[in-house]
């Protein structure tokens, strides 16, 4: 989380900066713009952003884990996505937000897991299966998503500066993973890495709101973290090497999120 949470935030930090120079230490740009934009009741707009989205991993004690040593890891990846907004003046501190959008994702799963062939034979608790010798197509999963995105947010934000205004914003929100795989007959077995297509999720976010002449902007920092989990088993006859390592799965992103209205 830390790596690709640092990654966004100096991102974001180096465009804000940008933004900020040119919009509020300009010496020839002092008159307030937009004067009356934020008393409407209702307003809309767009917005585009990158986002680097992960899996918050835990693995099954058994077959997850050998002695201290995790058998499954995620690699991250950058992608980006887009949506609308629709913004409901609440009072002079506090809007309601709702920004439906698309995400796209791609997360790489490696499954380290050949050494479960000692559980072949079964337990009390866990079937015996027939081992598989794993070739390296075997031991990698690429997982694509086309994440529809549907945040509620409440925002709070401060006082205006001269054409600037802070603001905090937190929510929950309603995904639809429409490449889940989550009703295919096939799974790990047969290449087929399924997870579930209706998921929850709380985001956090930031940013600094900056007026126009014709329109505001608005680059921010969003975190969303999925609250269920997105698992889907495989079917009892296969194998543990796949889906079985893992307990938990949760999706995880940050986004720098650029917005016009």
Known sequence: M????????????????????AQLFSTNNRMDKLEGFDQQKFS???????????Y????HPRYGMDVNHNLVSSKESVSFGAGLIGKMRI??????????????????????????????YGTLTNPAFTPIALKDSDKKRVIKSTLFDIPVMVEYHGLRWFNSRPY?????????????????????????????????AWSAEMGIQFYFSRFKLTPGIRGTFFM????????AT???????AISTLQSRAIMFVLKFE
């Open 2 to 21: 830390n790596k690709f949470l640092s990654k966004a935030l100096i991102l974001a930090t180096f465009g804000s900066s940008i933004i900020a120079n």
């Open 44 to 54: 809309w707009g767009f917005y585009l952003n990158g986002n680097i989205y992960d």
């Open 56 to 59: 918050k991993i835990v693995l």
């Open 91 to 120: 009072s002079d501190d506090v809007d309601l937000r709702l920004e439906p959008g698309l995400q796209f994702a791609e997360r790489e799963l490696t499954f380290n897991t050949q050494s479960n062939d000692q559980y072949q």
């Open 168 to 200: 905090v914003a937190a929510g929950a929100n309603y995904i639809v993973n429409l490449q889940s795989n989550s009703n295919s007959s096939e799974d790990n077995l047969q290449g087929t890495f399924r997870s579930t297509t209706h998921n929850f």
């Open 228 to 235: 269920n989990n997105e698992k889907v088993a495989d079917r």
């Open 238 to 244: 296969t194998p543990p090497y796949w889906e079985a």
